[in-house]
């Protein structure tokens, strides 16, 4: 799924999956909820599908052949947009910047991928892909949209986050960071349990982890709120979380370019080591 508003003029055949994998007509597993292949040629617009060239596999976010690649396909069906439940809201960032194609193509065209969903406890569902279009959808007045369905546990819907966007990049490394972060803390995960379960090595686990767990809570709200990037967050977790807000304030105060922050960065680390050799 390309989530950033993609409009690409394509000079050869592709192959555009309504879900997250593509299969050919006479497959077994092409699954429901319409059409699984589609043809489009020169001067043919790509939007919010999984694609690849004639030929190429299509990526999948996890093998079918596992349990969870299967949980992961789901049913799709039209649901009402109230009371969706945005629990896992928190773990995502909502980047301005992408708002503003996708909603003229919402606008343009409708929903042409559907919104991935678990049920919960309380009988309601919980979004797990497709946060920009959900809120953009609320704003445009629409009372119901079509949803893929997936029966997932609340840990394999946290890896879902990371998997679904998987074949488009669609994650930053914090918001990856605070979904290691979750697995391991709120539901006592190894950082091995939860590289196999999202199909990573461990040290992309470890290093996820010790990015969330440098950052101050006041620093993490800030990138949550789109007053720091999560490039110069990225940098800010090089320093003590003591000196990490003062340095924020600075970037923020003379909006900082990414390069500037890094050297920013280098700069204070540079003086606490020069301050320690004089004691």
């Known amino acids: 799924e390309f989530t950033n508003g993609f409009h690409g003029q394509l000079s050869a055949p592709i192959i555009l999956s309504s879900g997250h994998c593509a299969y050919s007509s006479d497959d077994p597993r092409r699954g429901e909820g319409g059409p699984w292949e589609l043809w489009f040629r020169r001067s043919s617009s790509l939007r919010f599908g999984l694609g690849t060239r004639e030929g190429e596999a299509a990526k999948l976010p996890l093998p079918l052949s596992t349990e969870l690649g299967k949980q992961m396909q789901g049913k799709q069906q039209v649901i009402p947009l109230q009371g969706l439940d945005l629990r896992y809201k928190p773990l995502r960032l ?5 708002m503003t194609g996708l ?4 606008e343009r065209d409708g929903l042409l991928t559907a919104l991935v969903v678990r049920p919960v406890e309380d009988g309601s569902f919980a979004i797990l892909d497709g946060f920009k279009r959900y809120e953009i959808l609320r704003e445009l007045g629409w009372k119901e949209l079509r949803v893929q369905i997936v029966e997932l546990s609340e840990t394999q819907a946290k890896a879902g986050l990371i998997l679904y966007n998987r074949p488009h990049r669609g994650l930053s490394e ?9 697995l391991c803390r709120d539901h ?7 590289a196999d379960l999202i199909g990573r090595h461990k040290s992309w686990v470890c290093r996820r982890l010790q990015f969330a767990e440098r950052l101050g809570k006041e620093l ?3 990138v949550r709120l789109g007053l720091i990037a999560p490039t110069a967050a990225r940098a800010l977790a090089r320093l003590p979380q003591g000196n990490q807000m003062c340095v924020a304030e600075a970037i923020k105060r003379h909006r900082l370019a990414c390069r500037h922050v890094e050297r920013l960065v280098e700069l204070v680390l540079a003086s606490e080591a020069d301050a320690i050799k004089t004691l």
């Open 103 to 106: 909603r003229a193509s919402l």
């Open 188 to 194: 006592g995960l190894k950082q091995v349990d939860v």
């Open 94 to 98: 909502i980047k301005p910047e992408c």
């Open 220 to 222: 993490q709200e800030d």
């Open 174 to 182: 914090i918001e990856e960071a605070w979904i290691v972060h979750s």
